[in-house]
């Protein structure tokens, strides 16, 4: 019997969070036990770097535990034949656990093939560059790296298992990238919430705890971006860590209203439209999308100033330039044309015009 009247999956099932959530040093030693609680056949996917980074520890913990695994090797987009590809090996090994290691991407395909087999889902992040590993939504691309669609699904991860060294020993591009897509919850969640005449409880708490994530980002990030270049795992890098995973889900997931996106991430997405944009970090794009949302908001100058000298000491020149992508008309007009119309893009508080976007970023590129 087909069921007539599904919920919708963005409204009703994101204010949850993971079932247990573990930063701790060596913590994959003792994974077999946790996993233990949620699956007895688990199916790994992750990329060859994550899992030479994550594997030893995982697989020699799954085995003292008698967990029976199977191992699949990730590669390309979060698209729907990398998706197809989990669900058909899970199938066939009868998995009940599926664990995806790695950054978002591989995280997200785990997730979307977990989601469609109602399985259950475990993260293992070698790198803080997105919540992937806590959040119940994934964005899904074609092959060749366009942004798709954004997929909200019926649970979180059971259990995320954050090793801090091995993130600590990541490239620190990768943990810029996460500071820079946390810091969007703020800026975007602010210019929603200004839209917004009688807030919930929900999007006052979300906005309340994305402050403190932006308050604890000015105070901290700095100095962890410096620990992580140095391989060092101090307690700022092990904290911020916990902000681009932990903080940043339970922020999205209450602010459904607000922290769900606005022009930063749409202009991330219109930005997929560009051919050289593919290989740039998800976060970077979205720092440079902030930019411009300042712009359509008509900051004043010094504020936008402030930003940008912000994110300057974490390594992103928030301009095309920057980022190195041709600054040509066809290229602004891709961008807005693919962006404006965008589901996160229609949360902002004002109507926003492919003119208004392609003015705001000729503005941001002005600076360089």
């Not at 971006?225 to 795992?233: A, G, M, S």
Request: a negative charge.
């Amino acid at each position: 019997m087909t069921k007539e009247n599904r919920l919708d999956p963005q409204t009703a099932y994101l204010q949850a969070a993971p079932a247990q959530y573990i930063n701790e040093k060596g913590i994959l030693k003792k994974a077999g036990a946790y996993v233990s609680e949620w699956g007895g056949r688990v199916l790994i996917s992750g990329g060859v770097r994550a899992l030479n980074a994550a594997e030893k520890d995982l697989i020699a913990s799954l085995d003292e535990n008698n967990i029976y695994w199977e191992k699949n090797i990730f590669k390309g987009e979060v698209s729907q034949s990398n998706i197809n590809i989990i669900k058909e090996k899970a199938k066939k090994m009868k998995a009940n656990l599926i664990i995806g290691v790695g950054g978002g991407k591989a995280i997200d395909t785990a997730k979307a093939a977990a989601e469609d087999m109602r399985l259950p889902v475990a993260a293992v992040p070698t790198i803080a560059a997105t919540c992937a590993a806590g959040s119940a939504f994934a964005v899904v691309y074609t092959e060749d790296g366009q942004f798709e669609k954004d997929y909200f699904m019926t649970q979180n991860p059971r259990l995320v298992m954050v090793d801090p060294q091995i993130i600590a020993e990541a490239p620190v591009k990768y943990l810029k990238s996460g500071i820079l897509d946390s810091l969007a919850k703020w800026y975007e969640g602010k210019a929603v919430e200004s839209g917004i005449a009688n807030p919930s409880l929900e999007t006052v708490v979300a906005m309340n705890l994305a402050e403190i994530l932006y308050n604890k980002m000015r105070e901290e990030a700095i100095i962890a971006v410096e620990q992580c270049e140095n391989n060092e795992l101090g307690d700022e890098l092990k904290e911020i860590i916990d902000l681009n995973i932990y903080l940043t889900t339970i922020i999205q997931s209450l602010g459904q209203n607000t922290s769900r996106g606005a022009a930063a991430h749409g202009i991330h997405n219109g930005m997929t439209s560009i051919e050289e944009s593919h290989d740039l970090l998800h976060g970077l794009k979205v720092g440079y999308g902030i930019i411009v949302q300042l712009y359509l908001e008509d900051k004043a100058e010094e504020y936008i100033d402030d930003v940008i000298k912000f994110f300057n000491e974490l390594g992103l020149e928030p301009s095309f330039k920057g980022l190195g992508i041709p600054f040509t008309e066809d290229n602004l007009k891709k961008t807005a044309a693919k962006s404006v119309n965008d589901t996160v893009m229609l949360k902002m508080p004002i109507e926003v015009t492919e003119e208004m976007i392609i003015e705001a970023m000729k503005k941001v590129e002005s600076r360089v």
